[in-house]
């Protein structure tokens, strides 16, 4: 019954983040990544990451999406029609992470896991949360490091993108 969940939560992750992409009105795209957020959230706790569930529901689905959406209005972004020309080369990605997806999938059942076996032990040891703090406070600090200061610089430039009077000279 789990693997029929994870199917078709997997099947919904995929097909809503090729409506993100593909939808042309950003309101619609904004739509279809919440209904992908929830989903995930539902990933979530089919893989007992029960803590994980809640802060994708919270951060994504509650704050993340709500200032895109700002940002989309404050902007009168009513289409954009600059990156739909790109579809060949976009099915030709996904063809690929496709094909990669399937030969994973395929190769998965003839090689033994071992990490995953340890994560699960440490999950049941200390709880999810503490488990998920443990790892990534110690093994991954230098990615999660990485990935704040990538955030950061995201942050910076859509300031920058927004602000644009900032960087042109006063016209008097």
């Known amino acids: 019954m789990d ?45 007992r990451a ?14 993340i999406l709500v200032l895109y959406l700002f940002v989309v209005m404050l902007l009168n972004v009513k289409q954009d029609e600059r990156y739909h020309r790109q579809w060949p080369a976009a099915a030709l990605v996904g063809s690929l992470l496709a094909l990669e997806g399937i030969v994973l999938t395929l190769a998965k059942g003839r090689t033994p896991s071992p ?10 040891q200390l709880g999810n949360t503490e488990a998920l703090g443990d790892v990534l406070y110690s093994t991954y600090l ?31």
């Open 142 to 172: 230098f990615p999660f490091e990485v990935a704040s200061l990538v955030l950061l610089v995201a942050m910076i430039g859509a300031i920058v993108l927004a602000k644009r009077d900032l960087l042109e000279p006063a016209e008097s």
């Open 50 to 63: 029960e803590f994980l569930a809640a802060v994708q529901i919270i951060v994504y689905a509650g704050a």
């Open 115 to 124: 990490a995953l076996h340890a994560s699960d032990i440490a999950v049941e």
């Open 3 to 47: 693997q029929v969940f994870f199917f078709y939560f997997a099947l919904m992750i995929a097909a809503t983040s090729v409506l993100v992409v593909a939808l042309r009105n950003p309101i619609y795209s904004a739509l279809s990544l919440l209904i992908m957020f929830f989903h995930v959230a539902g990933l979530y706790v089919t893989l």
